[in-house]
T-cell receptor
């Protein structure tokens, strides 16, 4: 069975630009969460979606937004990129809220 | 506030046991997790323990939970060079956080296994 997939694998942007990251959950999983992992730190929770509705938001600015589609895939959008947004962005899926999360390989974003 | 603390580094010899420790603060956590991250990769779920359990064993892995002291440990028996990685402890957020079931991670413990 395919695990969580994310695209692209790597991305380089410049300050002020916009970026969209994509995630496809494990088949049958209806909940997707996004995490940001800055180098040398543990992942930090950004958003959770379940059945296309936002069910949780971490302490991130409004430049960060996300959505979930009818097929349960998800996009994370970041506007007005800052150097500090450079990180590994991880997507995790699970069958429903509260269940164990399974992570994808991540998208490495570099902001120059 | 909620916080998870881990020691940053651990070095062991191949064949020895490794013990990685973690402390957490949220007493309402229902599950505690151990994830493994190899260089350049995502997070691999190793094991988890429900908060009403004291111990869980899964092949070479043993998880011990001291709920009174909010202390979690991961023991890896017969550590191999392939176990070299960063190990993250994580607790699930309580319902009051509005993000039920999402995870708070420690900074990770880098395990180095010497042949």
């Amino acid at each position: 069975d395919a695990g969580v997939t994310q695209s692209p694998t790597h991305l380089i942007k410049t300050r002020g630009q916009h970026v969209t990251l994509r995630c496809s959950p494990i088949s049958g999983h209806k909940s997707v969460s996004w995490y940001q992992q800055v180098l040398g730190q543990g992942p930090q929770f950004i958003f959770q979606y379940y059945e296309k509705e936002e069910r949780g938001r971490g302490n991130f600015p409004d430049r960060f937004s996300a959505r979930q589609f009818p097929n349960y895939s998800s996009e994370l959008n970041v506007n007005a990129l800052l150097l500090g947004d450079s990180a590994l962005y991880l997507c995790a899926s699970r069958t429903s809220i509260g269940d164990t999360q399974y992570f994808g390989p991540g998208t490495r974003l570099t902001v120059l | 506030g909620e916080d998870v603390e881990q020691s940053l580094f651990l070095s062991v010899r191949e064949g020895d046991s490794s013990v990685i420790n973690c402390t957490y603060t949220d007493s309402s956590s229902t599950y505690l997790y151990w994830y493994k991250q190899e260089p350049g990769a995502g997070l691999q779920l190793l094991t988890y323990i429900f908060s009403n359990m004291d111990m869980k064993q899964d092949q070479r892995l043993t998880v011990l939970l001291n709920k009174k002291d909010k202390h979690l440990s991961l023991r890896i028996a017969d550590t191999q060079t392939g176990d070299s990685a960063i190990y993250f402890c994580a607790e699930s957020m309580g319902p009051n956080g509005g993000s039920q079931g999402n995870l708070i991670f420690g900074k990770g413990t880098k395990l180095s296994v010497k042949p």
